[in-house]
């Protein structure tokens, strides 16, 4: 507080601030319950401010998480992101808060025609979950892999849009070259990669990194440890 505020000025800055700032009264009530004039306490409120009788911090969460973003778009050249407050444990996926936000941009990057691939895992799951309903008819879901709950997940994603779905009958690793090709050749799975690969947007997890992941994709085809 400046040294030149009266111990009396200061109170009665106090109390009209008091009035605006926690009682929610606007400038002319405030002029008539104190019997002075409108312009008489804007001058207040500003010389309240000006004094340090009143301080306005702006502020929101969201803020920090925004500056997250930046950064991992900067660090990483991605076009791109998204920080949520996870509160879930991990142990069974992300949170709602996490899937909520993935769900949003998903929306973002689609449209009511748009294809979009899917692949499975507890984390595109949770975003399935929790994605807006949309009346979508002509949209439609691809499912980008036949593991595990990968089916299930673009059905549920095509019901979530309103739209048609399509998912891959067979594994997507077989043990043979000659076993692949005759898959391959199939109409129905050749109709399926094509359309997940000239899909417009894919939802697809990140997945586990490690020798120890229960990901059989990436069991496979990791490079050994030197």
């Keep these: 507080m400046c040294a030149h505020l009266t111990r009396e000025r200061a109170s009665l800055l106090l109390e009209v601030a008091h009035l605006y700032w926690d009682e ?4 002319a ?14 001058r207040m409120l500003s010389e309240a401010r000006r004094h340090g009788v009143v301080t306005v911090t ?45 769900g949003d941009l998903l929306l ?23 994605l807006p309903e949309r009346v979508w008819p002509e949209s439609t879901a691809v499912a980008s892999f036949h593991l595990e709950d990968g089916p299930d997940i673009c059905r549920n994603l095509a019901l979530r849009l309103g739209g048609h779905y399509r998912s891959l009958p067979v594994p997507l690793v077989f043990d043979s070259l000659k076993n692949a090709r005759a898959v391959r050749s199939e109409e129905r799975v050749a109709t399926t990669l094509e ?3 000239r899909s417009d947007v894919a939802l697809t997890g990140v997945g586990a990194v490690e020798e120890t992941t229960s990901s059989p994709l990436l069991r496979r085809w990791m490079t050994p440890a030197v």
């Design 24 to 27: 929610d009264l606007d400038q």
């Design 29 to 42: 009530t405030i002029a008539s319950k104190m019997g002075y004039s409108r312009p008489t306490v804007s």
């Design 58 to 102: 702006v502020s929101h969460p969201i803020e920090r998480l925004m500056a997250l973003e930046e950064r991992l778009t900067q660090t990483f050249g991605l076009k791109e992101a998204r920080v949520a407050e996870d509160r879930a444990d991990g142990a069974n996926g992300p949170g709602a808060e996490v899937a909520q936000v993935c």
């Design 108 to 130: 973002e990057h689609c449209g009511p025609r748009s294809v979009i691939a899917v692949s499975n895992g507890r984390a595109v799951g949770a975003v399935v979950h929790h």
């Design 195 to 197: 359309l997940a690969a």
